[in-house]
């Protein structure tokens, strides 16, 4: 069957980050069909990872939302914010109510380390900690930075690990400029961190960086970078690796030039460490020391203790050591790998059949990785998948898109629609307006709500 103007296809697509907006953009695009789709988020505010997770002071990725912005204002879409999968919509729900769903949920779990001593006060994920200075409404009760915290170690050399502690390594007024919620700057302005850690398990050869966020590392104004130059030397197959590869080879000079040099006197020192692995998390009441032990690499690139510890005095251990995906109440999940079993987005059951109609993009399809731009081609690729299935797609009985609101009504859940968001955002800009700043974010949706719509 194929869609018509007055009959298009109905597609729901759970999550309104980067992948599912990607997606919902491929969707529009398509010339030969004729979509309506509802995004279905959690959160009152759509962007995900965009608005959550990118960094504060790296406000040219997040420029990507003026896209997706025009996505969501495209007649055939609407935004279904403030309503839980799972719980106000179920599988079975969606499944009455579009022709295809999509999932795009992405991994909001964190990874642990299995030490001793990591559920301490003051050992958290850095989800947790990025989710504060981001003014995630889960966060905006709590402050995930101790106010006495002089010594705060980031565990894993990936570009959250980077993100976390360039925020850490920052004084307050460098950041003054970004979205960051204001009580979360005062934190930061209060902050008495000095020493800041990054530790790496394998060496400079297996660090998953990129080049552009290390380099910016070195050009920190209130924080001196110190490398060993032993931690950074590099065995033979490191070498040969380094050599292969031009990215490598980048940062391997630019940790080189950072082994070079004198630190400054700075009020910060950001210590970049590798081949060093945490073995334990020390305190009685909250983290008081981190110990660590060196490794050293086998010729497969994998790390293993070498029995020499170390004690460095710590209040805080963030660890950057990858998210986790979650599974979807009655979605099919991969135990091991933590994603939605799928060929090409297409979701895979049990037995490797596709689930007709079901589907999936971004970190819940692929896993954890990539930047922003990697998910416009995770997407693309689902959505090629689904528009090629849509002629054969059986359509569902109810297609009236009030029904799935009455529905949503009778459960009592009070979706916050496009225009809500545009009353947030206006909100928020207006706050910037009165500081100079571009916006500041406000973290309390369900309060505000009700104060602002209509009054900004
Ligand atoms: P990631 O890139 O996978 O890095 C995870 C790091 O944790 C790796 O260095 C890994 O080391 C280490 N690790 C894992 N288990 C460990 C353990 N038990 N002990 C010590 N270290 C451990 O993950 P991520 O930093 O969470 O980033 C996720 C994705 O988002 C990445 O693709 C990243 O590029 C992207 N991102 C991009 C930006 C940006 O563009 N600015 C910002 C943030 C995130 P091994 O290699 O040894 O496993």
Redesign the pocket.
Known sequence: MTSSESDPLRVAVVGAGPAGLFLVDALLKAKDHLVSVDVIERLHTPYG?VRY???PD?AK?KSVITTFHKTLEDERVRFLGNVNFGTDLTVDDVLAHYDAVVYSVGAPHD????IPGEDLPGSLS??EF?AWYSGHPDHSDIVHLRADAKAVAV?????????VARILAKDASELRGTDIPQPVLDKLAASEVRDIYI????GPA?????T??LRELGELENADVIVDPDEIALDAASAAEVAAQQALQRNVDILRDFAARTPSGKPRRLHLRFLT??VEIVGTDAVEELVIERNRLDEHG??SGTGRFERLPMQMVL?????RGRALEGVPFDGRTHVIPNALGRVLDASGQHLPGQYTAGWIKRG?????G?NKADANETARALLEDAPQLPRVADRDPASVDRLLEARGVKVARWQDWLAIDQYERTLGEREGRERVKVTNFTALLDEIVGKV
């Open positions: 990872l997770g990118v960094a790296h990725i990874r642990r380390l299995g850095a989800t990025v565990v894993g050399v990936g570009n959250v690990a980077v993100d530790f790496g398990r394998r297996q660090a998953k960086f990129t552009k966020e692995s945490p994998n790390a660890r950057a050591v990858g998210y954890p990785s990539g930047v922003i990697t």
